[in-house]
């Protein structure tokens, strides 16, 4: 029980080997498409491509980005599972489901193998951020039709104990952390300090009668913002560990290990691309760009230049821990940045700042307007109970540290008595958009 990776030989593998891997798989999964695939085929051939043109990982920059509207029209044209798929629907064990948050959900199929290689990643993943078989295990994420439900089943392949609790309400989450004492929970970050906050209204001394130690969070950024993940430690005594997953690739393809720095990606699943949101050209390490990623390895539905709308950097650098696999950072999404006298702006940048200021909660809300044409941003966030700075003071630190790290100020900063920002029960809704013609 002593080892120190779940996978070593791939984990900790050079990176030209790496390479050469996923060159041999990527060649695999592009035939796969084109032969089995009627969406592949067509708009391979519109494009003038076909399978013998990948000789080089480069090569994958040649065919068509996908887009979650291409899926979800495809999948209207023929129902259910869309004409992406490469297998016959016999052979799907499972679907999970999108949210349709942006629009009509979509299904995510998998075969026997996707589904048991898809939880085997989830085992990696989980040894990485420090579960172990003697840990108690307690799985506080959405079952009904979400990717990350079944993760829990990578637990146990692992050998926790594993307490299938879902999406429950607070009072009873907290009941059976006091009856079960399980060790582990994985939630939102949002969620996490929700959960921390009601108890100890509840006068539960989280540190004292629970024994939670590890928090693994994902699905908002926060978890990799130090000052968010810091909080979130303190108030519960335990370590936090980031995850990030797709529903259109896999639950958790990528998540922290004992450096936080950087989210391990499973780069012998997935191929990925990070570039300029405009041109589409690559961005070099450390820059931001909007990540595209390409399955290696799916049977039910390869994934070939997959668009996620997710904003973030990464290294090829290898880890201190020992893993070799690229680290992304998760800056945001597409979808939540705006634009304020031409900077780019993202609700992790201005948490960043809001959760290092000692006298705010670190609860905050931003309001996205027009203003004589122009976009304009306001901040509401709350003042701690304990805080005895005067009101104005408070406001112009935050205003200049938001002006320090973002090149901006927003148009007004609204200061809350602590409290009266709603608290998320899943995933936080930390923007509001009301700008006119948007």
């Known amino acids: 029980m002593g080892k120190k990776y779940w996978a070593e030989e791939i984990e900790t593998i050079g990176r030209d080997e790496l390479e050469a891997y996923q060159l041999e798989k990527l060649k695999s999964q592009i035939k796969l498409a084109y032969e089995k695939s009627t969406y592949y085929r067509e708009v391979f051939d519109e494009s003038g491509l076909s399978p ?3 000789k080089t990982l480069d090569d994958i920059r040649k065919f068509p980005i996908l887009t979650k509207q291409t899926i979800r029209d495809r999948q209207s044209q023929k129902p259910i599972l869309g004409d992406l798929v490469t297998v016959d629907e016999e052979q799907v064990v499972f679907i999970s489901s999108s949210s349709g948050s942006t629009g009509v959900p979509t299904a995510s199929p ?23 078989p003697k840990d108690r295990y307690i799985h506080a994420l959405n079952f009904s039709l979400f990717v990350g439900g079944p993760d829990v089943i990578g637990a146990q392949n692992l050998g926790a104990l594993c307490i299938w609790a879902g999406t429950i309400p607070a009072d009873r989450l907290l009941f059976i952390l006091k009856e079960y004492q399980p060790n582990i929970i994985w939630t939102t970050p ?49 370590t936090v560990y980031d995850f990030y ?40 390490e450390g820059e931001r760009g909007e990540m595209l990623l ?92 304990t805080s005895t700075i005067e009101n ?21 900063i609204i200061l809350l008595n ?21």
């Open 392 to 412: 104005e003071k408070l406001i112009d630190i935050i205003s200049k540290e938001l002006k320090t790290h973002l090149g901006i100020k927003p148009k007004e």
């Open 418 to 438: 602590d409290g009266e920002l709603p608290r998320a029960t899943h995933k936080a809704k930390r923007i509001v958009d009301i700008r006119e013609n948007k």
């Open 245 to 284: 997953g797709i529903s259109d690739i896999f639950g958790a393809c990528a998540g922290a290990c004992e450096y936080h720095d950087g989210l391990h990606i499973a780069e012998d699943h997935i191929l990925v691309e990070v570039v300029d949101e405009k041109t589409g050209e690559p961005v070099a």
């Open 294 to 385: 390409t399955t290696l390895r799916k049977e039910a539905r390869p994934m070939i230049r997959f668009k996620t709308g997710d904003i973030v950097t990464y290294t090829n650098q290898k880890c201190r821990c020992g893993r070799t696999h690229k680290r992304i950072n998760i800056v945001g999404r597409v979808d939540d940045m705006f634009i304020c006298s031409g900077v780019n702006v993202f609700p992790s940048d201005i948490e960043v700042v809001i959760r290092n200021i000692e006298d705010l909660t670190g609860e905050y809300r931003i309001t996205v307007l027009t203003d004589n044409h122009i976009t304009k941003f306001n901040v509401e966030v709350e003042k701690r109970k």
């Open 190 to 238: 949002s969620y996490a300090w929700y959960l921390g906050e009601t108890a100890i209204k509840k006068g539960i001394d989280i540190k004292k009668e629970l024994a939670i130690r590890t928090i693994i969070v994902a699905g908002e950024p926060g978890g990799s913002i130090p000052a968010t993940r810091e909080a979130i430690e303190n108030l519960w005594g335990a």
């Open 110 to 132: 998998f075969t026997k193998i996707d589904f048991d290689e898809f939880q085997d990643v989830q085992s990696r993943l989980f040894w990485a951020a420090s579960m172990r």
């Open 52 to 54: 013998e043109d990948i």
